[in-house]
Each structure stands twice: as C-alpha cells, then as structure tokens.
C-alpha cells in the first residue's frame, strides 16, 4: 500500500480537542499513571435502523501508531501557555504505549455494547479520544448508510458519486472507502480507487453534451473513444425526444458497424420511474436489451425504494450526496467513556449515572459475546465480566437488562467473542485486511446471521443486549451505591 | 503558514471523479483544446435560510496550484485501461494554467449567481471541477450554518467543539476554519488552531471527574492546575445537587484563597434552560456573579434560540455535531456548468434547458454586481454580461426575471463587482487572505450591508437577482432557439 502513505504523510497528531492535552497535562502534573479503560460505543442506530456497520479501524490503528508531537507542535502547545515545561518535553518523545481492542471490521453492531476497548494508562487513553471517535463516526455513518441503500436496491449495483458534495477531501475519500465496505460495488472518486483498490466507474458529463455542436455529435464521439464503456447520459436537453432517440441511433450506426454494443444509458435528473420505464421499452423495442440504464439525483434507500415499487426500470444507480453526507440522519454518535480505573493493584469499575436513563454507562472492563442459535442466527449479544468464560455445552442463564426478573437461559448455541486485540503495548498486531474480505464478511453477516426483522426500515427488532449474572450484579451494586453516595 | 505546508503534503491531485479524466482525455484524443468558462453556482440556502457564506476559496487555490500527477499516479491510470498513452503522457507534466475568477471569501452569497468562475481549456475546466465544488460545498456549508447558530447566540460565544462527529479529519479542521469565518469565537480542535491561527477552547472531561475519587477532589486538582482557566464541568453525577455545590465550595475554599476566581461552569446534559436558570441564581447568591455558564449538547440555532426565549442563563455556548456536520441541512449543494465556448475567435454562451425551470442555467460570461442603496444596504445583485459597465451616475433600468415585463430603475444606487481574479495563467495572484479580516468581513455585511428581513429564521426575504437588458435578452434568445431546435 505504497500510495497509502504518500497520502497520509499529514502529521494528524494534533486533531485533538484542547481537552485531551489539558487533561493529560493534568495526569502529568498529578503523577497519576494508573492503567485505565476506555470504552467506546452508541446510543442509537442511525435513521432508526435495526443495526450499524463498525468501519474506520484500519485508519484508527495508523492514527495512533503514527502518534507523535513534532518541533513545532511542541512550540504551538508552549505558546498557548497552559501547560507545564515537563509536560512538553514529555511530548517530545511521546508515543502511544497502551492495548486496544475492537470488533473486527464489518461487523454489524447495536447500541451500547463495546465496539472498542482501550487499555492503557490516563495519558495515553485521554490523548487518542478525539481521532478514534472521528474515525469511527465517520465511517460507520458511510457504511451503514450504504448497507441501507444497497439493500433498498435489491441487487442492483449501487455506487459512490458523492465526492463533491463530500464534507471535504477525507470525507470524499474514506467515505468511498465505508461505502464499500458497506457494499456499494464501486466509486466515482479517483484517489479512493487509487487507494484501496475500490473498482471505479464514471459515466460523462453534461459539460461534454453541452461542449459539442449538437447531443449526437456528443455521443458519436465519446462512442468511438470509449466503443467498450459506452454509457450515455441523455438528459442534457430532453430524455424521450432528444438524448434516448439520439442514443439508439448512436447504438445502430455507430457502435454496431464497430461489433459493439451500446454498454447504458444515464440519467440525472426527471421523475426516474416514470422515465426509466419509457426508456427501457424504447430501449427493448430497439433491440437493446442489454443496454444498461443508469440513474442518478439525490437517490438514497427512500428513494431507490419507491422508484423500485412503481416499476422503474433501472439497472445501476449512482448514489451521491444523500450517501457521502447520510443526509437523513448525518451523526454517528458514539462516544468514549472511561469504564474502570486500576489503583493500587485493584480494577474500580466506574458508572456514569445520568438523569437520562439511555445514558447511563455499562460499567467495568467487560467481554463482549455474539450469540448465535442452532441456525447460526444471532439471536442476541452478552456482556459478561471480563474473567468470565461461557460454556456452551451447558444451557446458559443471562439476564434481560430490560427484564431482569425473568428467569432467562440460552440453549443449543453457540458464541463468538465480538472483540479481538488490535494494538498490543502500542503496536499493531492485527495485520491490514483486504476490503474485499471486509466486504464480504458484511454481506455473509446481513445474508446468514442477522435477524430478516432486524434488517426492516421500519420499526426494525430490537436486537437484545444481554448480561451475564454477575456482569449485571456488578452493575447494579454500582448503581444503588452511586444512590446513597447522593443520599 | 508553515505549519499548513506539512499539513498539506498530500497530493490530493486525484481526488477527482472518474468522469473528469474521462472528458479529460476525450478533448485530448480529439484534440479539442478550445477555451471555456464554468461558473459555479447554487440553487438554494441551507435551511431555507435568506443567505449563505462563501468560503472555502484559499484551499481551492491551494488544490490548483498544487495539482501534479505523479508517477505512480500515472501508472495507476494506466492501469484501469481507458486512456490513450498519448494523454497519459501528457498528464506527467500538466499543471493547470487558466484564470479563476471569485467572490471574496466570506462574501454573502445567493443563489444562481457564479460565485466562482473558471475560464480556461476544456481538459484544465473539466479537470478543476470535483475539487472546487468539495472545497466549496463543504467550507460554505459550515460557514453559513455558524453563522445562523452565532446569530441565534445574540452575542453570546458559540465556539465549535464538533471534531468528534466530524466527517474525518479534513472535515474536523477545515470545518473549524469556517465555521470561525462564520463567526465563531473558536474551536476546540487544537490542529485546526495551529493551522489558521484560530483561538482554542476547552474544558473538562467527564473521565477527568470520574477518575478521581470524588467530584470534590477532581475540582480542586483542577483549580489548583489552571486556576485562570477554572471551567468546571459540573454534570457528572447530578448538577443541582452535588456539581454545583463542589464548584462553589472549590471557587471559595481553593481559588478565593490563590486570589482567583473561578472562571466558569459547564453543563453538557439535562434541561439547560431549566438548570442554567437556577445554576446562576446560585452561583449569584454565593457571590459568584462573574462567573460564566457554559453549555453544550446537540445545539444548534433552533435549541439556542429556545433556550433564550426560556430565559436559560449562558454565556458562552459549545456546539458540536450540529455544527461540524450542518445536520439539519448536511448538504451544499453548489453545481459546475459550461457557460460558454470559445470556438475559432466567437464565444458561443450554452444553456442548460430543463424541465425544472429552476435548473435552467444562466448562460454566457458574465458579471455579478452587489448594488447598494444611498445607506449601504444591499438591495440586489445584478447579472451584466462581461463586457458590460454599469454606469451609477444615471439611473439604471434593469430586468426583474421574475416580472420581466415591469419597468425597473436603480436610482440613487453603488455597485461592486463581486469577483475578482484569483489565478491567472495557474498562478496564484491572490495573497492568502488573514482569517481575523474574513471573519470582520462576514461581521460587517451582517451588520452594515444586508437586509434585516434576509436574515429571518423563517421566510426570510429572497434576494434580487437583476439582470441588465441585454444579458436578459441574451438569455432570452438561447432559450428560445433551444425550444426552436426541438421543434
């Protein structure tokens, strides 16, 4: 991945809130070196969906491997006269030292389990707060934005064409990349391809219909430069009198003299049912089955969905703004809370108590467990301390956190532990994988694994989030002694 | 700007659409290398609000500038199959070498005027496209939407503490750029400060009170670090009841004895307009009048507004998602259209004719004039064609294109044209602008220039867009021959 690193040579150290540098300033100063955990994890799926695809490690492990203050950093920090001398010569040769787990890559989540741990010591867990939630927010939101549009398609190609309407270079960039991910089957956006091997597609621009003396002019040229990607957009001056009929013509004199078939037809703007179904008749009526149509404008998994139930008949859309800035609902909220201090030798579990019920923390270090029925559905995921094992070959009691009366046990199933360690004393020991893996392992999730009532748009299954006994024992005992702390 | 040169070290030449390379090579292979004009344009402000900020332009000029293919840029080309060998060649030495032509940045802007206008060869104008509108659309965006929040502030601090939701890293910093453009008082992003020179912001983490034995300990170290940036973060465990209590217990027993006072208190949960209100009557009580309430958690204009009209007592608020990501409204939608053709000494203007007459273009090479009543206040904004003056000593009929048929004078009027060169022959000409003078500028066209009744929350007034007769007529007749074409 040469071309990776050209592109990431950017010092991104410093894209930290102040707070982080002023809270480790303060560790510093406090000599407090205590190992501690970090979680990080959300409240709610995005667009009131069933489920989230977790995306953005890959760039949270290079962030914090590549940590490091330089000269200069060193004097704008000084210069803001907060903090102390040794702090900053501590900076100096500062390097992440800490371990860190996380879900694999595409894996679906749900709110308020652990996507990712962080274990390391105050300074190093305060200092990388701010980029692991970028990251993850970030590439999340893409990916499981795509996931939704690619499914409303049902099995139709769903692309990126989002990279100008993107919120800037990065945004363009990884943002194809969770797309992909996320299951569209290419981009638009050159450097992505470039990048992480994402197939590209592009058609031709209005600019090009409009440049030339008249729409067939247009597309006789680009037919005999581009015989074997022959997709024409035929909405620069009017689809069904104009840019369809000067396309079938395009097809029979000149691609078919040359053995070649005209590859599609793009539209980007009209009411997309109701034009498609005229253009695909037109296209048949002239022995064009094969023509592809192609649409785009302001498509997303509404969208694609209506057009999808009035008949219209396209073959591949390109998917811009409404994907690349998850423009219905465009914040991934996860957030980063510390769950558990060691001092002394002893491992304190911390809760976060809050007016707000939804925002109260699952305190403690903890593993997290998929659990999957006879079918090799998931039919659940479990919190459990983190010395606790789960033995399958027994039936198992959990609690219902919602329901923590009822007297609830797992049969014939089985588990697979969500979190695996990707940084070890700050060193990448997960090795970088293929988008193409990533990408199939989300589509083996959604086909196989994930509840169909999980996957509705509308008022999808909650998926559970279970707790072993003692997880939840723990948790509550924190809980009713936060209440006399108060009292 | 020397940090900024390491910042940006990345070739981000090919964050382009495929599309681009495509035309790109088409003009090469047909050796089409006539000059064009672009314009750049929108069709509508975010949020149905009266305005937008236009910013965004110093990167543009950076990307332009800076734009190169390198060898392995040009072998990942190649390798995609679809360019001719000659144009791959020709990509080792391109630099872009036409004109560019802008509105200032921080310029009040409206829709259907070029706020950026590219005059040079097919293959430089085709190539320039993905980048200037990402550029554009993003920084505008956060811009015009800071300034709404900063106004619903009434002259209260809005600083931005988005970087967490921030689409990526470019998004987190570029954002904080603009968004102090569009009047924020500063960022928490502390590369963001580093590189534009932007003052920082910044409190406490919850983990910082979570992490120290209790809420009590956890102020008085902090005091005791920063005891002239004393910002209390005072919703951990419950703010009525034990934040606020250990917030005035410490400014008295910690700070009042170093001769300090406590500077503030932050809220991040819960009603703000309910607590602020009593949080101030109790930190009055106790003597604490000069110190300031702080508040964050999913603001925007609307909460800000409504927390006003309740009466909430802040004074300085922190806003995050809702700005660094425009949620309401996450997208810009600025689009890149042909204009005009040069061909064998005659510029041909081009019009894109649609079915949405909203989308019909303006064509030609023109001029965009702000004119102004005998106060200073705007009172529209005028399309001449290029090689038009408009002369203020008379009075000036102008075309309403609403009402074409009415008989329309300026009178008593100034102009200013609103573009000016910024590269030339694809060199800079333009010094980079200081981000204090841009965001004085903004200030000073909110206050002094722009029509009250545009800056509404609601049904703002919808600025004039004139035209002069003879660009009206022009218009008028590429519309009707376009209609005649059809026929």
Known sequence: MAAQKIF?????TMMMDLYELTMANGYFEDHADNYVTFDVFYRKNPDNGGYAIFAGLEQVIEYIENMHFSEEDI???RSLNIFCDEFLEYLRNYH?????????EGTIMYPNEPILTVHASLI?????????LAEINHQSLIATKAS???RAAKGRAVSDFGARRAHNMDAAVYGARAAYIGGAVGTATV?????????????????WVMYQDD???AFKKFCEMYPDNSILLIDTYDVLESGLPNAIRCAKEVLEPMGKRLKGVRLDSGDLAYLTIKVRKALDEAGLNDCMIVASNSLDEYSINSIIEQGGQIDSFGVGERLITSKSDPVFG???KIVEVEKNGERIPKIKVSETVEKITNPGRKKVYRVYDEEGRAISDLLTKYDETVDTSRRYRYIDSKKPWKNMHYENYTVKELQQQVIKDGKRIMPTENLDDLRQYVKDQLDNEIWVSELRFDNPHVHYLDMSPSYYEMKMDLLYKSQKNED
Request: no cysteine.
């Open 148 to 150: 939704r549009i690619v």
């Open 8 to 12: 990431d040579k950017r010092n991104l």
């Open 215 to 217: 729409e067939y002019t």
């Open 75 to 77: 004097e704008y920090l």
């Open 191 to 207: 450097l992505a391809g470039q990048l992480f091997n994402i197939p590209l597609s592009g058609t031709m621009a209005h600019s």
């Open 124 to 132: 190093d867990a305060q200092l990388v707060e701010t980029a692991i």
């Open 334 to 336: 996860a957030v980063y």
């Open 96 to 104: 992440f030292k800490g371990d860190i787990f996380a879900f694999r």
